[in-house]
Every structure is written in structure tokens, then in C-alpha cells.
């Protein structure tokens, strides 16, 4: 044969080859892609969803809640002067502001009673319990929330058909960082059960603020993840305690001489599918919580009397019920629920104070529900949802009326989607503010918060990319930059997603948001990036990520770089070295501060919510 | 509540390919106990499901019981393939195993063991093969 013929045969034999091989990875790539836990619970009518797969977790080696909000579009890690992780804060004084946010975990709200969400404790959660999490954004689905919310955020735990067996991992890092955890899960005929075991001991960065005594935010956190279930019933334990150094705290300079929290919380919840449309579910919440504080001069009043000491013990007890029904009934799938939750306050004993000014110790949620998702063609569905909430009180504090609607259309086939709603939430003032604050905040009106949002997607077989444009307007703001008006929010997110081949993968978003009237700022402009690189080479695993972020106070340049490299030593243990925030340059916010002698602003102190650190991990399957 | 439903299609497209790898045989013929594997492979128009090991060209082994049928190699031809990876350990019979490990699907051969089943794979799925376990 000339040879010009057989270079000929041969290339085309090394291309078929070439082709050959990779058509096995594509079988194993779609089959990973669609057998993922994921598939069983998105639910597309939920909102605007950001997933966090179990492959993409598990890429980003992950460990902690806070490892994947630090990433996420518009609303991101950040901790308040308390060292909750506390996305909205603004740097004052309100003990909590992220109640706008809502957790979940296995559909089955995690809330922290008076504080509201349980973004409060579980903000820098241990997921190694967990498969995959799904972000929603906007108006969630009335059948989801008790309480309003626009950022719905759900943790899957893994099950053990896929991950049978146990695991320990140990991770040590610098500055006196150390985690252990335990995972063991088992499936038989009748039932599937997990248990999760993690301990966290985190020295943390310490912020300078101008004295000997720099701020502290070190914790101690153990915590227990726990399900069984059969084909109708499921129920979960969980328990944390976490002891916590707390930054400033109440100090109005941020200069405690004491600030320090610790907790103890308790979730309990039982499912019952009692037949194919109804189901029920309990669930029940407690904390206890314990604070102290002090500082050199006064910064509470105690009965009117200004204190340097603020100690006390609270505790609160949620109770939640909830009957939902789902139909089918031509072209409507029909939702319709009842939802009642009570917030109990147990006790709240201070030191000092031998009468509480108020006696407000109980509020109830009662929630009613429907909703019709229409489908108007193969590809297209319309639904309409409409929530009602009364809400309760003793103590002659205010009832409300919450009336909650959501109109939206979506669209989907293999290679396009779109999304929009149009909706309308209503927001109270939360149970803690309104029970420790002024009349004025107690007194406060529901905000009503009315949006549009959109969203468009395209999907091919090696990329995705989605544009995401919402607005949002609040009336009767439940925090109002006095005397401008209602505020408004402009957010629009960017993604794309590119798979190199089954081994290397690209991530990169890019979002803007826009408020006016916000934190007593006319407007306020926020951007942010995030690129990731994931690489697999034969026993070796690389991540590299960079979160970007600028806005309008400043214009400075942030930067937070993080980079793992793994080896996969066999099948049941591997070795990573992970360094986060390696620049140290990562987002920093303000702390505002005030003298306590003259009532003068002073320069706010500034801070990143991520620490710099260096850890090597080991990980045992069994 | 908890579903484990497998994804039709594409569990179909990828144990076709891989079955008609292993097997000689331009319809081999599947024996499993697992009952939505059963459901999906009914469907194949490449492979054949039956009821009785004996008859099988190829088990999927997914739990203890065919595990055990595996071991005794009665049936001197039959290939044994798993979906878990800790059966490979339990027996010296079974050439290979699709699993999940951190949420991603695999593939695993063992090469002396399809040696000894005079078994030879095509050059497709080489990168997913390893000499022992």
C-alpha cells in the first residue's frame, strides 16, 4: 500500500480510537450527570436556582457551609460584629439581619425560633453529611416556606445506596485549626439510615481594634447529623453546640472586655407520607443560648441603669406542623397546604434585672396555601401561587396579616430554558428585635417586597450559560434609610460552565447588583466574580478558585484565591493540602463604631469573614 | 420522601455499551436481582434479561445474594460484574465494577482477572483498568 494510503488508514484509526474512547467517557459523564442525587429534588418552579452538585462539592473540597456561601452570586459569606455568619449584615448594631434567608435540610426548615433563620448556627455548618445544595433565589414556592424568605437555601444529605459504608476525615491547618468527623450510612430493604459525627476546634484570625485585647472569633463546635427512613417515613436528630468567642459584640467601640456565646441546639423532625397527595411533617427546634459580655464602659441599660455587664441565658422552643396535599388533575398540579409554627421564648433570665420590661414570649405562625402549576404545552408550565399567614402574639404585641402572591411562566427543552416571576412577599419585624429594641421597631409595619425576576439558559453537551436579571422594590422597608423612601435592589448573575472532558472542568459567574436606598447610602453598587478551575491527572486531583469583589464604598479590589491538590492514594484514602484566602486579600467589611463618651462615629474597623489558612486533610472510606 | 430511581436512559446506554463489551456475544443475555436494573434492561434491544442465573452470559452482582451465587462458579462462562466496589474485595470472580465514589460514576477493571476469563476488552476502556485490586 503507498505509504501515503496508510498514514491515511492510520490516522483514521487513531481518531476512531480517540472517538472510541471518549464515547465511554460520555456514557459515564451523562450517566453521573443524571443519576445525580440532585435530579430527585430540584424542583424548577422553587425560584432561580444555583447548584452546588455533589461532584462540584466534592471538586471543591468543600468542608463547610461557608465554604460554598463565600461563592455564591449577590448574597455571600459575611459575619456581623457577633461572628454570625450573616450575609445582609451591615456592620451596626441589629443583632441578626439575615432572616430574609432560610435554610433547610432535607426539605425540612432548620430555624432558630427567636433569632429566625437557621442561618444563625448553621451558616458555617459542616456539610460532610451532605450530598448537594441548592440555591434558591428570589420568590421561593409557598409550598417550601413557612416564613418569607427570598434566598431559600436546601442541604440533601447523601444516601447510602450511593454511600454505603463509613468515613473519617482529619483536617489540620494552621493557626490551631483542627476537624474530625465520622460518617457511617446503611441501606437495607426496609429502611436506610446515617449517622454524621464533626468536631471543629478553629482558632481564628484576631482583628486588630486599636487596644491589647484584639477581637476574637475562635469556636468550638461539635455537632451530630442523623436520619432514618423508610419508604414513607423519615426522621432526623440533630444537635450542635458551639462555643464562640464573639467579636465585639454589643461593645459600642468594639473593645469587650469579655464577648463571648455559646449554644446549644436541638432539631428533631418526623415525615409521613400518608398516602399518595397528603403528607404531614413535625419538627421541633430548641436553643438554649448563653451570652456575656462586658466592656470598660456602660453600653446597655438594665432597668435604666447603663451596665458595663451584659450576662444571660435564653432559651426558645419551635414547634412546626405542617399537612400539604398535591394532585394531578388534567394539566394542574395542584399544591395546597397548612403550616402553623409557634415560637415559644422558654426563659431569658438576665443577670442584674430582676424584671423583664415586656412580657411578649410567644408568636404563631399560621400559614395557608395554594398553588396551581398549569402546564400550557409540552415545554411550558404556568403557576400561580398565593400564600396567607396570620400571625399571632401575646403580650399586647401586634397580630399580622401577610398576604404573599407569585405569578411565573416557565419554559424548558433539552437545549433552552426561561424562567419569570412576578411576586409580592410581605416581611415582619423578627422576634428577637421586636422583643429586645425600641417600640418603633416592635411597632413597625410588615414591609411588603415586590419584584420581577428572569432568567434565560442555554445547555449544550460541553457547556452551560445562564443570564439571571431581578428586581425588587421594598415598601414600609422594615430597615429604612430614613427619610429617602422605599429601597430598591437591581441583581443580575452570570454563569458559565465548561467541561474540558470528564476530568477537567471551568466555572465562572459574574454578578452586579445595584440598591438604592440602602444602609443610609443613596446607592450602593456590588460586584462580584468567581472563576474555578478543576483538573484530574491519573491519581491527582487540583482546584484552584478565585472570588473577586469590589463595590462602590471603596473601589478596592478583593481577591480570594483557593487551591487544592489531592492524591488519591487507592480506593479508600486520599491526601489533600488546601490553602484558603492564600493572598489574604479577601473580602474585608466594616464594623461601625461608636464612642461611648461623646456618641461620635468612629472609624469603622474592617474585616475579612475568611481566614487565611493552610490545612492538609486525610480521608478514610471504610 | 427518598426515591432512588435510576435514570432510564442513560443506565441503559452505559450497561449496553459495557455488556457487549464483555460478552462475545452479539445479544448476551443478563442475569440481576436488583429490581429497577431488571426494569430498565427489559427495555434493551441489545442485551437479553433472564430469570435464572444458570442461563445468564453475564451477572450484576448488587447485593449479597448474587454475590454468593458468583462465588460458587457453577456456571464456568458466566462473567460477573458489580455495583459495588467492596465485592470486588469479597470475590476473586468479578472482572470489574461500576460505582460511586464522591458523586461521580466509575468504572473499574481488573485485568488479571479478565485474563483468567479470557476476557479482552477493547482499547475504550483501557484508561479504566488496573493490573490487581
Not at chain 1, 126 to 146: K, L
Not at chain 1, 268 to 290: I, P
Not at chain 2, 79 to 93: A, V
Not at chain 2, 110 to 133: D, G, H, P, W
Request: proline fraction near 2%; hydrophobic fraction near 35%; charge should be negative.
Amino acid at each position: 500500500m503507498h505509504i501515503f494510503f496508510k498514514k491515511i488508514l492510520y490516522s483514521f484509526i487513531v481518531l476512531t480510537l480517540f472517538l472510541y474512547g471518549s464515547e465511554v467517557d460520555k456514557l459515564l459523564e451523562t450517566y453521573s450527570q443524571k443519576n445525580d442525587l440532585s435530579q430527585k429534588t430540584i424542583d424548577e418552579n422553587k425560584g432561580h436556582l444555583v447548584l452546588f452538585s455533589r461532584d462540584k462539592l466534592e471538586r471543591m473540597h468543600a468542608k463547610t457551609l461557608k465554604d460554598v456561601l463565600k461563592t455564591t452570586p449577590i448574597l455571600y459569606y459575611r459575619e456581623n460584629r457577633y461572628g454570625f455568619p450573616d450575609p445582609l449584615a451591615s456592620g451596626s448594631f441589629e443583632s441578626y439581619r439575615s432572616n430574609f434567608i432560610r435554610l433547610y435540610i432535607d426539605g425540612v426548615e432548620i430555624t432558630q425560633g427567636w433569632l429566625g433563620s437557621g442561618l444563625v448556627l448553621y451558616g458555617d455548618v459542616n456539610i460532610d453529611f451532605v450530598d448537594h445544595i441548592e440555591f434558591y433565589y428570589m420568590t421561593p414556592s409557598f409550598e417550601t416556606i413557612t416564613e418569607s424568605a427570598y434566598l431559600t437555601i436546601f442541604l440533601y444529605s447523601k444516601e447510602p445506596p450511593k454511600e454505603g459504608g463509613g468515613e473519617v476525615n482529619l483536617i489540620q491547618g494552621s493557626r490551631g485549626y483542627a476537624s474530625q468527623t465520622l460518617n457511617y450510612g446503611e441501606k437495607n430493604e426496609d429502611y436506610s439510615y446515617m449517622l454524621n459525627f464533626s468536631h471543629t476546634d478553629a482558632q481564628r484570625q484576631k482583628v486588630a481594634n486599636g487596644t491589647d485585647t484584639p477581637l476574637l472569633r475562635d469556636f468550638e463546635r461539635t455537632q451530630l447529623f442523623s436520619y432514618i427512613k423508610t419508604q414513607k417515613q423519615t426522621a432526623h436528630l440533630q444537635i450542635m453546640k458551639k462555643n464562640m468567642k464573639s467579636l465585639a459584640g454589643p461593645s459600642l467601640d468594639a473593645t469587650p472586655l469579655i464577648s463571648t456565646m455559646n449554644y446549644l441546639n436541638i432539631h428533631l423532625d418526623y415525615s409521613l407520607a400518608l398516602s399518595e397527595h397528603w403528607d404531614v411533617t413535625f419538627s421541633y427546634d430548641w436553643v438554649k443560648g448563653e451570652y456575656h459580655f462586658e466592656d470598660d464602659l456602660p453600653f446597655v441599660s438594665l432597668g435604666n441603669i447603663p451596665s458595663t455587664l451584659l450576662k444571660f441565658e435564653g432559651k426558645n422552643s419551635t414547634y412546626t406542623g405542617e399537612l400539604s396535599y398535591q394532585n394531578v388533575f388534567e394539566k394542574h398540579r395542584i399544591d395546597a397546604g397548612l403550616k402553623i409554627r409557634s415560637k415559644v421564648l422558654d426563659a431569658y433570665d438576665v443577670v442584674n434585672l430582676a424584671e423583664l420590661p415586656f412580657n411578649f414570649s410567644k408568636e404563631t405562625f399560621f400559614s395557608l396555601y395554594g398553588q396551581d402549576q398549569y402546564h400550557l404545552g409540552e415545554n411550558t408550565l404556568l403557576t400561580f401561587g398565593i400564600q396567607y399567614n396570620h400571625i399571632d402574639r401575646d403580650g399586647n404585641q401586634e397580630m399580622d396579616d401577610l398576604l404573599q402572591l407569585r405569578l411565573g411562566y416557565i419554559f424548558s427543552n433539552e437545549v433552552w430554558s426561561y424562567k419569570a416571576y412576578i411576586f409580592r412577599s410581605m416581611f415582619t419585624t423578627d422576634s428577637n428585635t421586636r422583643y429586645l429594641l425600641s417600640y418603633e421597631s416592635r411597632e413597625r409595619k410588615p414591609q411588603v417586597s415586590i419584584g420581577i425576576t428572569q432568567e434565560v439558559a442555554y445547555k449544550s453537551e460541553d457547556f452551560n450559560l445562564r443570564l439571571m436579571l431581578l428586581t425588587m422594590q421594598d415598601e414600609n422597608g422594615l430597615i429604612q434609610n430614613e427619610g429617602k423612601g422605599h429601597t430598591k435592589y437591581f441583581f443580575t448573575i452570570f454563569n458559565y460552565n465548561y467541561n474540558f472532558d470528564l476530568d477537567n472542568k471551568m466555572d465562572l459567574q459574574f454578578s452586579y447588583a445595584h440598591y438604592k436606598d440602602i444602609f443610609y447610602l443613596d446607592t450602593l453598587d456590588d460586584y462580584s466574580g468567581y472563576v474555578s478551575f478543576s483538573n484530574q491527572y491519573k491519581d491527582v486531583d487540583f482546584y484552584n478558585s478565585v472570588v473577586w469583589h469590589q463595590d462602590s464604598l471603596t473601589y478596592e479590589h478583593f481577591f480570594d484565591w483557593t487551591s487544592s491538590i489531592s492524591w488519591n492514594v487507592n480506593h479508600n484514602l486520599s491526601f489533600t493540602l488546601k490553602g484558603e484566602n492564600i493572598l489574604d486579600k479577601a473580602r474585608d467589611s466594616g464594623l461601625i463604631r461608636i464612642d461611648p463618651r461623646s456618641g461620635n462615629f468612629l472609624t469603622p474597623l474592617s474585616m475579612s469573614s475568611i481566614d487565611q489558612r493552610i490545612m492538609l486533610e486525610m480521608e478514610y472510606r471504610f | 420522601m427518598y426515591v432512588s430511581a435510576l435514570d432510564k436512559q442513560s443506565t441503559l446506554a452505559l450497561y449496553e455499551h459495557l455488556f457487549v463489551s464483555l460478552s462475545d456475544k452479539k445479544m448476551p443475555l443478563i442475569y440481576v436481582e436488583h429490581k429497577e436494573y431488571k426494569e430498565i434492561f427489559i427495555t434493551s434491544k441489545k442485551m437479553k434479561t433472564v430469570s435464572n442465573s444458570a442461563d445468564a452470559d453475564i451477572i450484576l452482582i448488587t447485593n449479597k445474594d448474587t454475590l454468593e451465587t458468583c462465588n460458587k462458579k457453577l456456571y464456568k462462562n458466566t462473567i460477573c460484574f458489580t455495583t459495588e466496589y467492596h465485592f470486588l474485595k469479597q470475590s476473586k470472580y468479578i472482572v470489574g465494577a461500576s460505582y460511586w465514589k464522591k458523586g461521580r460514576a466509575q468504572l473499574l477493571f481488573i485485568e488479571n482477572r479478565l485474563k483468567v476469563s479470557q476476557i479482552r476488552l477493547s482499547e475504550a476502556y483501557q484508561k479504566f483498568m488496573i493490573e490487581t485490586l
